[in-house]
């Protein structure tokens, strides 16, 4: 007598669409969707893309952002900058010969908290070499560190994104050394501890 088998029922799982927000620096616009069965199942998920897609500016499309989902509102995701990095092909524009570059990388915490990892990228106008690309070094790892622990990783994010704080630091190092460029070639959030950096006081005026 053949036995008959039970039809085993699929359950269907439901997707939902959200749409993905843009950090405030970027006026939270709208950049796509994203589909989930709950929105929990968001957090944490990435989305990476070019600077240019989120300013209209062409001209940074060497620029890479990766936006991570860190909240789920009314079908919105809402977003932060987690990564932001200069492609190589970009950096190659500002290196030539009879100049000197200088790299560094190294952690600093936010005025909130969150600690970041910094990969300054500084291009000497003339060829430099020993003593005073340690001073160069030394005192932009002392600018950036300064800037970071005053502000707020959100601050942190658009005084980069607007050039604000390049320029600055253009202009101070330049006190050391003539400076042709300054970026921050890399910026990322990290779970690493902050590195250990020595800030001169400064003089007073009285």
């Given at each position: 007598?053949a036995v008959?088998k039970k039809k085993?029922?699929?359950k269907?799982?439901k997707?939902?669409w959200?749409?993905?927000k843009a950090?405030?620096q970027?006026?939270?616009?709208?950049?796509?969707e994203?589909?989930?069965s709950?929105?929990?199942?968001?957090?944490?998920?990435?989305?990476d893309?070019?600077?240019s897609?989120l300013t209209?500016?062409?001209r940074?499309h060497?620029i890479?952002?990766k936006?991570?989902?860190h909240?789920?509102?009314?079908k919105?995701a809402?977003?932060?900058?987690?990564d932001?990095?200069i492609?190589?092909a970009?950096?190659?524009?500002?290196?030539?010969?009879?100049r000197?570059?200088?790299?560094?990388s190294?952690?600093?915490?936010?005025?909130?908290?969150?600690?970041?990892?910094v990969?300054?990228?500084?291009?000497?106008?003339?060829?430099?070499k020993?003593?005073?690309?340690?001073?160069?070094k030394?005192?932009a790892?002392?600018l950036?560190?300064k800037?970071?622990k005053?502000s707020?990783?959100?601050?942190?994010v658009?005084a980069?994104?607007?050039?604000k704080l390049q320029?600055?630091?253009?202009?101070?190092?330049?006190k050391?050394y003539?400076i042709k460029?300054f970026?921050i070639?890399?910026?990322?959030?990290?779970?690493?501890?902050?590195?250990?950096i020595?800030?001169k006081?400064?003089p007073?005026?009285s």
């Amino acid at each position: 007598m053949a036995v008959k088998k039970k039809k085993q029922k699929i359950k269907v799982i439901k997707k939902e669409w959200y749409q993905v927000k843009a950090p405030k620096q970027f006026g939270n616009a709208i950049i796509g969707e994203i589909s989930a069965s709950e929105p929990e199942k968001l957090i944490g998920r990435r989305v990476d893309l070019p600077l240019s897609e989120l300013t209209r500016n062409v001209r940074l499309h060497g620029i890479h952002v990766k936006l991570k989902i860190h909240d789920v509102s009314t079908k919105n995701a809402i977003t932060f900058v987690e990564d932001y990095e200069i492609l190589p092909a970009m950096l190659r524009r500002y290196v030539r010969r009879r100049r000197t570059r200088i790299d560094d990388s190294f952690v600093v915490q936010t005025k909130d908290g969150v600690n970041v990892r910094v990969k300054p990228i500084i291009v000497t106008a003339f060829k430099s070499k020993g003593d005073v690309n340690k001073s160069i070094k030394n005192k932009a790892r002392e600018l950036i560190y300064k800037a970071i622990k005053e502000s707020s990783y959100d601050d942190f994010v658009s005084a980069v994104i607007n050039h604000k704080l390049q320029a600055e630091l253009i202009k101070e190092l330049s006190k050391v050394y003539p400076i042709k460029y300054f970026e921050i070639r890399k910026f990322v959030v990290t779970k690493a501890k902050p590195t250990k950096i020595e800030v001169k006081n400064e003089p007073s005026n009285s």
